[in-house]
């Protein structure tokens, strides 16, 4: 038999994936992880998110990033590699490369296709700059690549993603990035402000429903990849905020009793039932300050904007 051509051969599902959707729907309350929202379909989405008028976060970030970045060269000193975790499209990248100088740029992300996209675009704007793209996932350990190893580093983590784990988890991901960028490193990091519940309900559950869509598309994506019947038009886009816990939830809960099968297995829930999808923390100034210190990075520098609603902080290790 000849070889399949590429266009007959199923797309092989991650097993990760594979077994955090089956773990997660098995579960009680049943979750999934937040991460999983990103194939191609979420990604856009969640650009398009950036651009909602509800959605303050991004465009609170880069005022902030445009306004502090020129103090953050004279407190970091130059020739620094800049290592970004999670640089997804890399969008406020150019704002802190412009002031800093750094010898080189390393994004670590996840997904492949769309860091060598960006990294490649990014390097034609930097003529000079040398870009080292690292495909991984930043919540383990990574191991930068030789040319910069042992150079002292900048990490940088903007866009509170930060936000999207429990504080156990946050203080783990702090270690790491402390191991991955070694001695003497410093660490520019974007976290989202405690505010009032109105307008953090509404930043995660827009008027034009692409957050729902954004939430949804990850059924879509559990029926095309893993073989799923999940009825997507049975489930309702769901975003609370969870005040002791200081954080947004985002749940997609079934409106009718549903079955459904996921990579072979039955699975079935009541009208009201939720899927917990993603958690968002909201930091207030001093709960940041204690998470980075327990976290191993000492606090140094912290902007806001006028209406305190989103923090950039830099910490040295
Ligand atoms: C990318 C995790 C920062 O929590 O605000 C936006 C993701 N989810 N709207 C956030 C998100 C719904 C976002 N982070």
């Given at each position: ?74 407190l ?5 590699v ?62 930068l ?42 660490l ?17 559950d ?34 609370r ?66 209406d ?10």
């Open positions: 038999m000849p070889p399949l051509s590429p266009a007959e051969v199923e797309p092989i599902a991650d097993p990760a994936f594979r077994a955090d959707v089956l773990a997660g729907l098995t579960a009680r309350p049943r979750a999934i992880p937040a991460r999983w929202f990103y194939d191609r379909r979420g990604s856009e989405l969640f650009e398009d998110i950036t651009r909602l008028p509800e959605y303050y976060p991004t465009r609170t970030e880069v005022a902030i990033l445009e306004r502090a970045c020129a103090e953050v060269a004279t970091t000193d130059a020739g620094r800049v290592v970004e975790f999670g640089s997804g499209s890399s969008t406020k990248t150019p704002i802190l490369l412009g002031h800093v100088d750094p010898s080189a740029y390393v994004p670590i992300d996840i997904s492949g296709a769309f860091l060598r996209d960006s990294a490649a675009a990014l390097a034609k704007d930097h003529p000079g700059l040398t870009v080292l793209p690292v495909e991984a996932d930043f919540t383990r350990a990574v191991a690549p030789d040319a910069v190893r042992g150079k002292p580093a900048l990490g940088f983590f903007p866009g509170s993603t930060i936000g999207n784990l429990v504080p156990v988890q946050a203080v783990d991901l702090l270690r790491t990035m402390r191991a991955s960028l070694g001695e003497g490193a410093m520019l990091i974007g976290m989202d402000r405690v505010k009032d519940a109105a307008t953090l309900v509404a930043a995660y827009d008027a034009g429903g692409v957050t729902a869509a954004f939430n949804l598309n990850l059924l879509h994506r559990i029926n095309r990849e893993l073989d799923g019947t999940i009825p997507a038009e049975s489930f309702r886009h769901v975003a905020w969870n005040d002791d816990a200081a954080r947004i939830e985002m749940h997609l809960e079934a409106v009718e009793d549903v079955a459904f099968t996921v990579a072979g297995r039955d699975f079935a829930m009541r009208a009201g039932e939720t899927i917990h999808t993603e958690n968002s923390h909201k930091y207030g100034d001093r709960d940041a300050r204690l998470l980075l210190a327990a976290g191993g990075w000492t606090p140094r520098a912290c902007w806001t904007d006028a305190d609603r989103f923090a950039v902080h830099l910490a040295e290790a």
